[in-house]
């Protein structure tokens, strides 16, 4: 039986997407204020779906709304980005945990081997961009092994303020071997069925990797991303 077509986009939900894109790409660049009529032109459209937007948005920690001066991109900060590293680092480390008691067959495991596959190749040719796709795909695969939804809506609310700050610092960090050896280790882990060893070692690089986040961001004064 033939699928129904999707459903096409609301203006607002074109409008989210659309804001989203270009806060993340660096279009409407951290810090930088934006009239609705303004960003309704640019997106081609009126100014109610972008003002919905706007608010969707807001709620997400992207912008903030203010009266009779439309929207201000806001920054991420040093204390921001630890916050959320701290969380972070706690509800995947569970995820590595209910993933190994999980024990997943190799089938299972076939995403998390590629994006590590993914990595590897990736610094082998020098291509920092495309390990952070596959770095980010390791991620989503891990929490989505721990099968718990509501731990992976969690971790969705902020996984997109750490792309905000890793595509200001990925350029700057040094190259991420170590990085590309403890997915590994957590991915044998889980593989032989051991939950403390693959939520320990998953804490440790998450932990590593928020420190290593925040001192670029205090170090550089990149707090306006």
């Known amino acids: 039986m033939k699928q129904p077509d999707a459903k096409p986009l609301s203006n607002t939900q074109r409008a989210v997407q659309d804001l989203r894109r270009m806060i993340f790409d660096g279009t409407l660049a951290a810090g930088s204020d934006h009239l609705e009529t303004e960003l309704a032109d640019r997106l081609g459209m009126s100014r109610t779906p972008v003002r919905e937007a706007a608010l969707m948005l807001e709620g997400q920690g992207l912008l903030e709304l203010r009266p009779r001066k439309g929207v201000r991109i806001l920054p991420v900060s040093p204390s921001d980005m630890r916050e959320i590293y701290d969380i972070l680092t706690e509800l995947e480390s569970l995820a590595a945990r209910r993933a190994a008691e999980r024990r997943p067959d190799d089938a299972e495991l076939a995403g998390l081997a590629k994006a ?7 610094l082998d040719r020098n291509d920092l961009d495309a390990w952070a796709e596959a770095d980010d795909r390791f991620h ?15 971790v969705m609310l902020m996984t997109d303020q750490v792309r905000r700050a ?17 997915h ?3 991915y044998e882990a889980i593989r032989a069925g051991h939950p403390y060893l693959a939520g ?10 928020g420190d290593m986040m925040v001192a670029l961001l205090e170090r550089h004064r990149l707090n306006h991303i």
Do not use: C, W, Y
């Open 140 to 154: 989503l695969e891990l929490v989505r092994l721990g099968g718990n939804t509501r731990l992976g809506a969690m």
């Open 184 to 186: 590994r280790r957590v």
């Open 166 to 182: 890793r595509a200001v610092t990925l350029f700057m960090r040094p190259k991420p071997i170590q990085s590309n050896a403890d």
């Open 200 to 209: 320990d070692i998953h804490h440790q690089h998450r932990r590593a990797a």
């Open 116 to 122: 590590i596959s993914d990595m590897d190749a990736a």
